[in-house]
Protein backbone atom coordinates (compact mmCIF):
# COMPACT_ATOMS: atom_id res chain seq x y z
CA UNK A 1 0.00 0.00 0.00
CA UNK A 2 3.23 1.97 0.67
CA UNK A 3 4.33 1.65 -3.04
CA UNK A 4 0.57 1.78 -4.15
CA UNK A 5 -1.06 4.55 -2.43
CA UNK A 6 0.72 6.40 0.44
CA UNK A 7 3.97 7.70 -1.74
CA UNK A 8 2.00 8.51 -5.47
CA UNK A 9 -0.68 10.37 -3.63
CA UNK A 10 1.86 12.46 -0.91
CA UNK A 11 3.50 13.80 -4.64
CA UNK A 12 0.12 14.03 -5.87
CA UNK A 13 -1.21 16.28 -3.20
CA UNK A 14 1.66 18.39 -3.36
CA UNK A 15 1.12 18.99 -6.80
CA UNK A 16 -1.97 19.65 -6.76
CA UNK A 17 -2.71 22.08 -4.70
CA UNK A 18 0.90 23.77 -5.38
CA UNK A 19 -1.18 24.05 -9.36
CA UNK A 20 -4.76 24.74 -8.01
CA UNK A 21 -3.59 27.59 -5.85
CA UNK A 22 -3.18 29.58 -8.80
CA UNK A 23 -6.66 29.36 -10.19
CA UNK A 24 -8.75 30.75 -7.11
CA UNK A 25 -11.27 33.13 -7.70
CA UNK A 26 -12.41 36.30 -5.86
CA UNK A 27 -15.96 36.94 -5.60
CA UNK A 28 -17.24 40.91 -6.13
CA UNK A 29 -20.34 43.01 -6.15
CA UNK A 30 -21.10 46.22 -7.93
CA UNK A 31 -23.97 48.65 -6.08
CA UNK A 32 -24.83 50.94 -8.22
CA UNK A 33 -27.03 53.11 -6.26
CA UNK A 34 -24.55 53.54 -3.85
CA UNK A 35 -21.57 54.44 -6.11
CA UNK A 36 -19.62 51.46 -4.87
CA UNK A 37 -17.68 47.96 -5.46
CA UNK A 38 -17.02 44.82 -2.78
CA UNK A 39 -14.63 42.58 -3.28
CA UNK A 40 -12.72 40.03 -1.50
CA UNK A 41 -9.03 39.00 -1.02
CA UNK A 42 -7.72 36.13 0.74
CA UNK A 43 -4.16 36.39 2.87
CA UNK A 44 -2.78 33.50 5.29
CA UNK A 45 -3.61 33.04 8.78
CA UNK A 46 0.42 32.50 10.14
CA UNK A 47 1.04 29.35 11.50
CA UNK A 48 -0.69 26.41 10.79
CA UNK A 49 -0.41 23.12 13.10
CA UNK A 50 -0.77 20.51 11.70
CA UNK A 51 -1.11 16.79 13.67
CA UNK A 52 -1.90 13.84 11.50
CA UNK A 53 -2.21 9.85 12.12
CA UNK A 54 0.25 6.79 11.42
CA UNK A 55 -2.13 4.82 9.32
CA UNK A 56 -1.53 6.70 5.90
CA UNK A 57 1.53 8.79 7.07
CA UNK A 58 2.84 10.96 3.92
CA UNK A 59 -0.78 10.54 2.03
CA UNK A 60 -2.29 12.22 5.21
CA UNK A 61 0.23 14.65 6.64
CA UNK A 62 0.92 15.99 2.75
CA UNK A 63 -2.69 16.88 2.34
CA UNK A 64 -2.83 19.45 5.38
CA UNK A 65 0.78 20.68 4.84
CA UNK A 66 0.21 21.60 0.62
CA UNK A 67 -2.90 23.52 1.09
CA UNK A 68 -1.51 25.11 4.37
CA UNK A 69 1.54 26.46 1.83
CA UNK A 70 -0.02 27.17 -0.83
CA UNK A 71 -2.25 29.67 1.07
CA UNK A 72 0.91 31.04 2.27
CA UNK A 73 0.86 30.12 5.66
CA UNK A 74 4.31 28.12 7.46
CA UNK A 75 3.27 25.35 9.53
CA UNK A 76 4.52 22.92 12.56
CA UNK A 77 3.27 19.49 11.36
CA UNK A 78 3.61 16.61 13.82
CA UNK A 79 3.38 13.12 12.96
CA UNK A 80 2.52 10.18 14.82
CA UNK A 81 5.03 9.34 16.86
CA UNK A 82 4.55 5.47 15.63
CA UNK A 83 5.58 6.27 11.80
CA UNK A 84 7.63 9.57 12.18
CA UNK A 85 10.68 7.96 9.83
CA UNK A 86 8.25 8.90 6.85
CA UNK A 87 7.93 12.18 7.86
CA UNK A 88 11.59 13.08 8.91
CA UNK A 89 12.29 11.56 5.34
CA UNK A 90 10.22 13.88 3.56
CA UNK A 91 11.95 16.67 5.49
CA UNK A 92 14.96 16.08 4.51
CA UNK A 93 13.83 16.29 0.97
CA UNK A 94 12.13 19.61 1.16
CA UNK A 95 15.20 20.77 2.53
CA UNK A 96 17.04 19.48 -0.19
CA UNK A 97 14.32 20.73 -2.55
CA UNK A 98 15.34 24.34 -1.06
CA UNK A 99 12.26 25.20 1.22
CA UNK A 100 13.49 27.95 2.98
CA UNK A 101 14.33 27.28 6.69
CA UNK A 102 11.17 28.15 8.89
CA UNK A 103 8.36 27.06 6.49
CA UNK A 104 7.82 23.44 7.03
CA UNK A 105 8.82 22.58 10.35
CA UNK A 106 8.45 18.86 11.37
CA UNK A 107 8.22 18.41 15.27
CA UNK A 108 8.25 14.88 16.46
CA UNK A 109 6.51 13.32 20.08
CA UNK A 110 3.55 12.01 21.57
CA UNK A 111 0.29 13.45 21.36
CA UNK A 112 0.13 14.17 25.24
CA UNK A 113 3.39 16.21 24.99
CA UNK A 114 3.91 17.52 21.74
CA UNK A 115 0.62 17.79 20.62
CA UNK A 116 -0.63 19.69 22.99
CA UNK A 117 1.77 22.09 22.87
CA UNK A 118 0.83 22.95 19.47
CA UNK A 119 -2.91 22.97 20.50
CA UNK A 120 -2.08 25.16 23.34
CA UNK A 121 0.35 27.12 21.53
CA UNK A 122 -1.30 31.17 21.30
CA UNK A 123 0.94 31.64 18.33
CA UNK A 124 -0.74 28.86 16.44
CA UNK A 125 -4.15 30.09 15.73
CA UNK A 126 -5.21 27.61 13.52
CA UNK A 127 -5.50 23.66 14.06
CA UNK A 128 -5.76 20.45 11.42
CA UNK A 129 -6.67 17.50 12.81
CA UNK A 130 -6.86 14.18 11.78
CA UNK A 131 -7.27 10.84 14.34
CA UNK A 132 -9.85 9.73 16.62
CA UNK A 133 -12.92 11.52 17.81
CA UNK A 134 -11.91 11.37 22.02
CA UNK A 135 -8.85 13.10 20.98
CA UNK A 136 -10.70 15.85 18.77
CA UNK A 137 -12.48 15.88 22.13
CA UNK A 138 -9.49 17.08 23.89
CA UNK A 139 -8.27 19.34 20.84
CA UNK A 140 -11.57 21.28 21.18
CA UNK A 141 -11.49 21.85 25.02
CA UNK A 142 -8.23 22.89 25.07
CA UNK A 143 -7.97 25.90 22.17
CA UNK A 144 -11.47 27.11 23.06
CA UNK A 145 -10.52 29.80 25.25
CA UNK A 146 -8.21 31.07 22.68
CA UNK A 147 -11.22 30.75 19.58
CA UNK A 148 -8.67 28.65 17.27
CA UNK A 149 -9.73 27.22 14.16
CA UNK A 150 -10.40 24.10 13.85
CA UNK A 151 -10.51 21.30 11.24
CA UNK A 152 -11.51 17.72 12.54
CA UNK A 153 -11.48 14.68 10.26
CA UNK A 154 -12.31 11.58 12.58
CA UNK A 155 -13.25 8.27 13.16
CA UNK A 156 -16.02 6.21 11.26
CA UNK A 157 -18.20 3.53 11.23
CA UNK A 158 -19.20 3.55 7.70
CA UNK A 159 -21.84 0.90 6.66
CA UNK A 160 -22.50 -0.54 2.81
CA UNK A 161 -26.22 -0.90 1.93
CA UNK A 162 -26.55 -4.06 -0.35
CA UNK A 163 -30.17 -4.20 -2.41
CA UNK A 164 -31.06 -7.58 -3.58
CA UNK A 165 -30.68 -5.79 -7.45
CA UNK A 166 -26.89 -5.19 -6.50
CA UNK A 167 -24.42 -6.54 -8.98
CA UNK A 168 -22.60 -8.88 -6.80
CA UNK A 169 -19.67 -9.89 -9.30
CA UNK A 170 -18.70 -6.20 -8.49
CA UNK A 171 -19.76 -5.73 -5.33
CA UNK A 172 -17.92 -8.65 -3.86
CA UNK A 173 -14.38 -7.82 -4.51
CA UNK A 174 -15.16 -3.94 -3.58
CA UNK A 175 -16.20 -5.33 -0.35
CA UNK A 176 -12.85 -7.09 -0.19
CA UNK A 177 -11.16 -3.65 -0.54
CA UNK A 178 -13.16 -1.64 1.63
CA UNK A 179 -13.45 -3.58 4.28
CA UNK A 180 -9.73 -4.76 4.77
CA UNK A 181 -7.39 -2.92 2.64
CA UNK A 182 -4.49 -1.91 5.36
CA UNK A 183 -5.46 -4.40 7.48
CA UNK A 184 -8.94 -2.39 7.86
CA UNK A 185 -6.93 0.86 9.36
CA UNK A 186 -8.04 3.25 7.05
CA UNK A 187 -10.96 5.62 8.46
CA UNK A 188 -13.02 5.04 5.26
CA UNK A 189 -13.44 1.27 5.51
CA UNK A 190 -16.19 -0.37 5.53
CA UNK A 191 -17.02 -2.16 8.76
CA UNK A 192 -21.25 -2.48 8.68
CA UNK A 193 -23.24 -4.20 5.71
CA UNK A 194 -26.49 -4.22 5.45
CA UNK A 195 -27.21 -6.92 2.97
CA UNK A 196 -31.37 -7.18 1.50
CA UNK A 197 -32.34 -10.38 2.79
CA UNK A 198 -33.15 -12.14 -0.52
CA UNK A 199 -29.50 -12.67 -1.40
CA UNK A 200 -28.03 -12.44 2.59
CA UNK A 201 -26.65 -16.36 3.00
CA UNK A 202 -25.17 -15.65 -0.74
CA UNK A 203 -23.00 -12.72 -0.13
CA UNK A 204 -21.90 -13.68 2.92
CA UNK A 205 -20.56 -17.04 1.53
CA UNK A 206 -19.25 -15.68 -1.56
CA UNK A 207 -17.74 -12.86 0.44
CA UNK A 208 -16.10 -15.08 2.77
CA UNK A 209 -14.61 -17.19 0.58
CA UNK A 210 -13.14 -14.16 -1.25
CA UNK A 211 -11.83 -12.77 2.66
CA UNK A 212 -9.98 -16.26 3.26
CA UNK A 213 -7.94 -15.85 0.09
CA UNK A 214 -6.14 -12.51 1.50
CA UNK A 215 -2.18 -13.40 1.89
CA UNK A 216 -1.53 -12.47 5.25
CA UNK A 217 2.61 -12.19 5.17
CA UNK A 218 5.81 -9.85 5.18
CA UNK A 219 5.30 -6.54 3.96
CA UNK A 220 9.06 -7.05 1.94
CA UNK A 221 7.30 -9.85 -0.08
CA UNK A 222 5.30 -8.93 -3.15
CA UNK A 223 1.96 -10.80 -2.94
CA UNK A 224 1.51 -9.72 0.45
CA UNK A 225 -2.14 -8.43 0.44
CA UNK A 226 -2.64 -8.06 4.37
CA UNK A 227 0.33 -7.48 7.08
CA UNK A 228 0.00 -6.49 10.70
CA UNK A 229 -1.42 -4.18 12.66
CA UNK A 230 0.34 -1.10 14.21
CA UNK A 231 0.82 -2.23 17.43
CA UNK A 232 -0.03 -5.27 20.13
CA UNK A 233 -1.89 -3.13 22.29
CA UNK A 234 -3.86 -2.00 18.99
CA UNK A 235 -4.18 -5.71 17.64
CA UNK A 236 -5.34 -6.76 21.31
CA UNK A 237 -8.19 -4.18 20.98
CA UNK A 238 -9.22 -5.39 18.03
CA UNK A 239 -9.34 -9.14 19.12
CA UNK A 240 -10.95 -8.46 21.99
CA UNK A 241 -13.43 -6.74 19.78
CA UNK A 242 -14.43 -10.34 17.85
CA UNK A 243 -14.11 -11.82 21.58
CA UNK A 244 -16.70 -9.30 22.37
CA UNK A 245 -18.92 -9.92 19.79
CA UNK A 246 -19.05 -13.95 20.75
CA UNK A 247 -20.96 -12.51 24.02
CA UNK A 248 -22.63 -10.48 22.64
CA UNK A 249 -24.25 -13.27 20.33
CA UNK A 250 -22.34 -12.93 17.21
CA UNK A 251 -21.05 -15.47 14.84
CA UNK A 252 -17.43 -16.15 13.89
CA UNK A 253 -17.80 -17.12 9.50
CA UNK A 254 -13.82 -16.49 8.93
CA UNK A 255 -10.98 -14.98 10.25
CA UNK A 256 -9.52 -14.64 13.79
CA UNK A 257 -10.07 -17.89 16.07
CA UNK A 258 -12.25 -20.16 13.37
CA UNK A 259 -9.53 -20.46 10.68
CA UNK A 260 -6.15 -22.01 10.60
CA UNK A 261 -3.38 -19.56 11.48
CA UNK A 262 -1.71 -17.42 8.57
CA UNK A 263 1.67 -19.38 7.55
CA UNK A 264 4.23 -16.69 8.05
CA UNK A 265 8.13 -16.12 7.98
CA UNK A 266 9.95 -16.87 11.11
CA UNK A 267 10.79 -13.73 12.44
CA UNK A 268 7.30 -12.59 11.59
CA UNK A 269 5.22 -14.95 13.59
CA UNK A 270 5.56 -13.06 16.95
CA UNK A 271 3.58 -10.09 14.74
CA UNK A 272 0.65 -8.61 15.33
CA UNK A 273 -1.21 -10.14 12.60
CA UNK A 274 -5.30 -10.19 12.89
CA UNK A 275 -6.77 -12.46 9.84
CA UNK A 276 -9.76 -10.96 7.98
CA UNK A 277 -13.00 -11.39 9.95
CA UNK A 278 -16.20 -11.71 9.04
CA UNK A 279 -19.35 -11.51 12.02
CA UNK A 280 -23.01 -12.38 12.18
CA UNK A 281 -25.76 -12.84 14.03
CA UNK A 282 -24.90 -9.31 16.25
CA UNK A 283 -27.51 -6.50 17.10
CA UNK A 284 -26.89 -3.10 15.54
CA UNK A 285 -26.43 -2.02 19.46
CA UNK A 286 -23.54 -4.56 20.04
CA UNK A 287 -20.25 -2.62 20.79
CA UNK A 288 -18.65 -4.33 17.36
CA UNK A 289 -21.92 -2.50 15.13
CA UNK A 290 -20.89 0.92 17.17
CA UNK A 291 -17.68 1.04 18.11
CA UNK A 292 -14.73 1.83 15.82
CA UNK A 293 -12.77 -0.60 15.55
CA UNK A 294 -10.57 0.18 12.94
CA UNK A 295 -9.24 -3.44 12.02
CA UNK A 296 -10.23 -5.96 9.95
CA UNK A 297 -13.12 -6.97 10.97
CA UNK A 298 -16.62 -6.59 9.64
CA UNK A 299 -20.12 -7.14 10.65
CA UNK A 300 -22.56 -8.20 8.10
CA UNK A 301 -26.60 -8.32 8.75
CA UNK A 302 -29.58 -8.47 6.92
CA UNK A 303 -32.05 -6.41 6.40
CA UNK A 304 -35.91 -6.17 4.51
CA UNK A 305 -36.93 -2.94 3.66
CA UNK A 306 -34.99 0.47 2.26
CA UNK A 307 -36.72 3.13 5.29
CA UNK A 308 -35.35 0.33 7.87
CA UNK A 309 -32.13 0.11 6.76
CA UNK A 310 -31.76 3.84 6.37
CA UNK A 311 -32.59 4.44 9.86
CA UNK A 312 -30.21 1.71 10.91
CA UNK A 313 -27.75 2.74 8.62
CA UNK A 314 -27.61 6.11 10.32
CA UNK A 315 -28.17 4.43 13.71
CA UNK A 316 -24.36 5.10 15.24
CA UNK A 317 -22.82 8.54 16.45
CA UNK A 318 -20.20 8.73 13.13
CA UNK A 319 -21.14 10.07 10.07
CA UNK A 320 -17.69 9.93 7.62
CA UNK A 321 -18.60 7.42 4.67
CA UNK A 322 -21.00 5.24 3.17
CA UNK A 323 -21.56 2.83 0.43
CA UNK A 324 -24.81 2.16 -1.54
CA UNK A 325 -25.15 -0.73 -3.82
CA UNK A 326 -28.14 -0.73 -6.47
CA UNK A 327 -28.94 -1.00 -10.03
CA UNK A 328 -31.89 1.21 -9.45
CA UNK A 329 -31.07 4.61 -10.02
CA UNK A 330 -33.95 6.35 -8.46
CA UNK A 331 -33.32 4.20 -5.33
CA UNK A 332 -29.73 5.23 -4.55
CA UNK A 333 -30.47 8.86 -5.28
CA UNK A 334 -32.70 8.05 -2.60
CA UNK A 335 -30.62 6.83 -0.28
CA UNK A 336 -27.83 8.45 -0.53
CA UNK A 337 -29.75 11.59 -0.22
CA UNK A 338 -30.81 10.20 3.39
CA UNK A 339 -27.58 8.60 5.09
CA UNK A 340 -25.85 10.74 7.08
CA UNK A 341 -22.50 10.73 5.65
CA UNK A 342 -20.27 13.20 4.28
CA UNK A 343 -18.85 10.76 1.20
CA UNK A 344 -21.27 8.46 -0.02
CA UNK A 345 -19.87 6.10 -2.90
CA UNK A 346 -22.77 4.02 -5.25
CA UNK A 347 -21.15 1.19 -7.06
CA UNK A 348 -18.00 1.63 -5.93
CA UNK A 349 -15.14 2.52 -3.29
CA UNK A 350 -12.68 5.22 -2.40
CA UNK A 351 -13.48 7.39 -6.23
CA UNK A 352 -11.86 10.32 -4.73
CA UNK A 353 -11.31 13.65 -6.28
CA UNK A 354 -9.35 16.08 -4.70
CA UNK A 355 -11.55 18.95 -6.06
CA UNK A 356 -15.17 17.74 -3.87
CA UNK A 357 -14.94 18.38 -0.41
CA UNK A 358 -14.29 15.32 1.92
CA UNK A 359 -14.84 15.39 5.27
CA UNK A 360 -17.48 13.75 8.24
CA UNK A 361 -21.24 14.41 10.08
CA UNK A 362 -22.05 14.07 13.30
CA UNK A 363 -19.09 12.60 15.53
CA UNK A 364 -17.20 12.45 12.43
CA UNK A 365 -15.17 15.77 12.50
CA UNK A 366 -15.28 19.36 11.94
CA UNK A 367 -15.17 20.95 8.27
CA UNK A 368 -13.82 19.53 4.93
CA UNK A 369 -10.86 18.97 3.05
CA UNK A 370 -10.33 19.45 -0.70
CA UNK A 371 -9.42 22.33 -3.54
CA UNK A 372 -11.71 25.21 -2.70
CA UNK A 373 -12.18 23.92 1.52
CA UNK A 374 -8.73 23.41 2.47
CA UNK A 375 -8.12 26.75 0.95
CA UNK A 376 -10.71 28.62 2.75
CA UNK A 377 -9.81 26.79 5.19
CA UNK A 378 -6.44 27.81 5.47
CA UNK A 379 -6.44 31.71 4.20
CA UNK A 380 -8.78 34.70 6.27
CA UNK A 381 -10.99 36.07 3.97
CA UNK A 382 -11.35 40.00 4.07
CA UNK A 383 -13.82 42.15 1.96
CA UNK A 384 -13.40 45.02 1.16
CA UNK A 385 -15.59 48.23 -0.09
CA UNK A 386 -14.54 51.38 -2.26
CA UNK A 387 -17.08 53.82 -2.92
CA UNK A 388 -15.72 56.02 -6.04
Not at 109 to 131: D, M, N, Y
Not at 176 to 191: A, Y
Request: hydrophobic share 40%; with cysteine.
Amino acid sequence: LARAVDIPRAVYNLRFFATSILHTINSSTVQSQFDAINYTTRSPIGVAGLISPWNLPLYLLTFKIAPALAAGNVVVAKPSEMTSVTAWMMAAAMQEAGLPAGVCNIVMGTGPRTGSAIVRHPGVPIISFTGSTPTAEIIQRESAPMCKKLSLELGGKNPSVVFADANLDEAIPTHVRSCFSNQGEICLCTSRVFVQREIFEQFVVRFAAEAQKIKLGAPYEADTKMGALISKEHAAKVKGYITGALDEGGKIVCGHGVDSPPDLPEKHKQGYYVQPTIITGVSDNARCMQEEIFGPVVCIVPFDSEEEVIRRANGVKYGLAACVWSRDVGRIHRVAHQLQAGTVWTNCWMVRDLNMPFGGMKASGIGREGFKESLEFFSEVKTICIKH
